[in-house]
């Protein structure tokens, strides 16, 4: 009886699973096949003010290569300004920080630590400093992405046409470093192109995931600043966004490159700490997301509440009751065969569903993925090893308490570095990818070697 139960038990809540997330096949569906709306750009492009905040942690390893890679952006630099919040540092980010450019402001609480603080924090010294219509809108990167050279052009098109919230295309900087970098890569990678993208053709709101987003001053007005603070505030952002009616949008072509953790206790802390995170947002927004979706039918607030909802809880309860009664039913002489068979048949279906995913996403960015197609296949393989190891992390992340930690960078590379594939010689001299002027390859560069001719800098690649 009791092992019959259990049966019925894991079919029911296979049943649901099922009913509440397949709404994401529709998404990869939408991305595979439905024709793209074009976006139709009225009249002249406007040239915004922008601000560019990075807020930054003991990131003096790579802080220097993404101010670099902004002021070589193909976008007027008279119309940026690069904003570093030195928060909690215990080296010299703020000197290398000011050194390449940017204006910095360092702050000091051991009481309120995390991203949402310095970000609140800086906002407040910007608007004490600048008049409050100074600047149209605030990117915001954490200090080890790399931009792509029209990244921000390609975001003030969007801006343009009125997205007052727009999130953009998160490639990585080391996606064959091991099968945790690429496990993260290829999570982002599908996120981007069968979340958001799907998201923005259908017309619903999208989500910001971290880093690499844009948002209107009116926006951050509105807000009072940036009090968003709970460990995952990127999340609590976009669903705060969701609940209050302002559509995230998606701009496919501004790719940022960031740097993934390549041991498993880095990433282990940081997965903790988003899976606590997510259970904050849960606890925070979860009811007024449903009252959303009850009473308004926003699809967008379902969307989001499917998002943060505990998913992996619920399989970790499943997996370790059925681990529970195996043993139980071992010791007393019953007959655990069915649930030793429906555990490794969930398993394999786990595994395959998740290998079909990262298989799709590996085949449709193939080219987006700078590494050698040795790795790209390989580490498809242990795509799904890596998401089964947050069903211990969520339940983990139940019992203990987690607070945030830095994450150490290290990868110390230029744009030319990430996408060495990219990289032409002409007579014998480098030329650097999507090179347009001097900007685009600084000093800094590991291929750096300007053309001498006109010719040679004409070439576009």
């Not at 008279?78 to 540092?89: E, G, K, Q, R, S």
């Not at 209050?244 to 790719?255: K, V």
């Amino acid at each position: 009886m009791l092992i019959q139960s259990l049966i019925i038990f894991n079919v029911i809540v296979a049943a649901v699973f099922t009913a509440f997330y397949c709404y994401q096949l529709v998404y990869i569906l939408v991305s595979l096949f439905a024709k793209k709306k074009t976006e139709i750009d009225s009249g002249e492009i406007r040239i915004h003010n922008f601000a560019v905040l990075i807020a930054a942690r003991n990131e003096s390893q790579v802080i220097a290569q993404l101010i670099t890679s902004i002021q070589g952006q193909s976008y007027p630099q008279d119309n940026l300004t690069v904003f570093v919040i030195a928060d909690n540092c215990t080296d010299n980010t703020a000197d290398i920080a000011r050194n390449a450019g940017a204006v910095v402001y360092e702050r000091f609480n051991k009481n309120q630590i995390g991203k949402g603080y310095a970000l609140d924090h800086l906002f407040t010294k910007i608007f004490e400093a600048y008049p409050q219509d100074k600047f149209d809108g605030f990117f915001v990167f954490d200090a080890d992405n790399l931009l792509d050279v029209h990244y921000i052009s390609e975001m003030n098109k969007a801006f343009t046409r009125g997205h007052k919230i727009i999130t953009s295309y998160r490639n990585s900087k080391n996606y064959s470093a091991n099968w945790l970098s690429a496990g993260y890569s290829l999570w982002f990678l599908r996120e981007s192109k069968y979340m958001n993208n799907a998201r923005m053709i259908l017309g619903t709101g999208c989500a910001i995931s971290g880093t690499g987003f844009l948002v209107s001053v009116d926006i951050i007005i509105a807000n009072g600043g940036w009090p968003f603070r709970l460990l995952t505030e990127d999340i609590e952002f976009s669903n705060h966004n969701a609940i209050a009616g302002n559509r995230i949008a998606y701009c496919e072509s501004a790719i940022f490159y960031d740097e993934q953790p390549t041991t498993f206790h880095q990433s282990w802390s940081q997965r903790m700490r988003w899976a606590k995170g997510f259970y904050q947002v849960f606890g925070k927004y979860g009811m007024s997301l449903v009252k959303e979706v009850l009473t308004k039918r926003n699809f967008y607030a379902f969307d989001m509440f499917m998002t943060i909802l505990p998913g992996m809880v619920l399989t970790s309860i499943t997996m370790s009751l059925n681990l529970i009664v195996v043993i139980f039913g071992v010791a007393i002489g019953f007959d655990v065969s069915d649930v030793v068979d429906l555990f490794i048949t969930a398993f394999i279906t786990l595994y395959i569903l998740l290998f079909t995913v990262g298989g799709i996403t590996v085949a449709t960015e193939w080219k987006m993925i700078h590494c050698q197609a040795f790795f790209k296949i390989a580490y498809l393989f242990t795509f799904p090893l890596f998401m089964l190891t947050y069903i211990p992390i969520a339940l983990a992340a139940m019992f203990k308490r987690v607070e945030w930690e830095p994450i150490k960078h290290g990868a110390t590379t230029t744009l030319c570095g990430v996408r060495p594939e990219h990289i032409r010689i002409v007579d014998g001299v480098y030329i650097c990818p999507n090179r347009r002027d001097k900007a685009t390859c600084p000093p800094g560069c590991t291929y750096y070697n300007p053309p001498e001719s006109t010719e040679q800098s004409e070439i576009k690649l």
